[in-house]
């Protein structure tokens, strides 16, 4: 078995618990890699082969990324052409995706016996009017104004009709791997990240009456953009910004072609995140 590590060294102690996993992956038999950016660091890491990011990740059976959510973000897109799993090493505050936490390193064992199971997650593909390009998300896509535009009108037609006619800050179609991101924050449901679906979440509307909506996968989904003269709009994936839109212009957003494979070791590890980092334990005083 080949494993490449994706590390994200801005986090506090990451390259001491990638250490640590290397370790217990050279116990197990299993061959390991990292980019060769980080050769000075790991240079002292017996059995460490280093490369170039992409040959590696090719080459690879699975890809463990050490860091947090957004650690396996940006791995994710490439990860999901290979259809290549991620394990997810958690050594920041959330780390949803994440099937371990940095104190759980000794349970990489699992990986030789084949004691894990495999989530399926949904992507999402955008693509804007006037652009040449074509965008995946594994979280969301966010539709938001920019510094030079104080709010914006939002018409967002499905399949054909028109769902919602709106005034905000900007509006988030989100996966349900994504229900725990920034849709979240804005006021979205959690979602069982296995399900195939849309969530779409006003950001900051100007109304009395908001409430998210949840549609099918496989619907065709346009935002219209409305702006003032001289003003934009942003295109955001995965938190980031890849379009500048102007008053408008439409934004095609629908279910990708790919999806990710996300490896779980502990199993229903998303709820037990969710309990333990959104959730306030009861006392037992107050059971």
Do not use: W
Request: hydrophobic fraction near 40%.
């Amino acid at each position: 078995m080949k494993v490449f590590l994706y590390p994200n060294l801005g986090k506090t102690n990451c390259g001491e618990y990638t250490v640590e996993a290397c370790n217990v992956l050279r116990s197990c038999g299993i061959e390991f890699s990292v980019s060769e950016k980080y050769r000075d660091v790991f240079a002292d890491v017996h059995g460490m082969k280093f490369g170039d990011t992409e040959e590696c990740m090719d080459d690879a059976d699975m890809i463990i990324a050490i860091g947090g959510d957004g650690t396996i973000l940006k791995c994710a897109g490439r990860a999901s052409r290979l259809k290549t799993p991620i394990l997810g090493i958690n050594c920041g505050r959330l780390g949803f995706m994440a099937s371990l936490e940095h104190s759980q390193l000794h349970l990489l064992r699992k990986l030789t016996e084949g004691n894990y199971t495999i989530s399926s997650r949904m992507m999402l593909k955008a693509a804007a009017s006037g652009g040449d390009g074509v965008y995946t998300a594994l979280n969301d896509v966010v539709v938001s104004r920019s510094d030079d535009c104080k709010i914006s009108d939002f018409e967002v037609i499905k399949d054909g009709q028109l769902v919602s006619s709106l005034r905000a800050n900007g509006v988030i179609f989100s996966t349900a791997t994504g229900a725990t991101a920034y849709s979240l924050s804005a006021g979205g449901p959690i979602i069982e990240p296995e399900m195939q679906c849309i969530e779409f979440t006003q950001i900051c509307p100007h109304s009395l009456f908001a409430r998210s909506m949840i549609f099918k996968a496989d619907s065709v989904i346009t935002v219209k953009c409305h702006t003032a003269d001289n003003a934009h709009v942003h295109l955001n994936v995965d938190g980031n910004i890849v379009y500048r839109l102007s008053d408008g212009d439409e934004i095609k957003i629908t279910r990708a072609e790919e999806c990710l494979d996300i490896i779980d070791i502990n199993g229903g590890s998303f709820f037990s995140s969710v309990n333990s980092k959104l959730m306030r334990p009861l006392k037992d005083s107050e059971v």
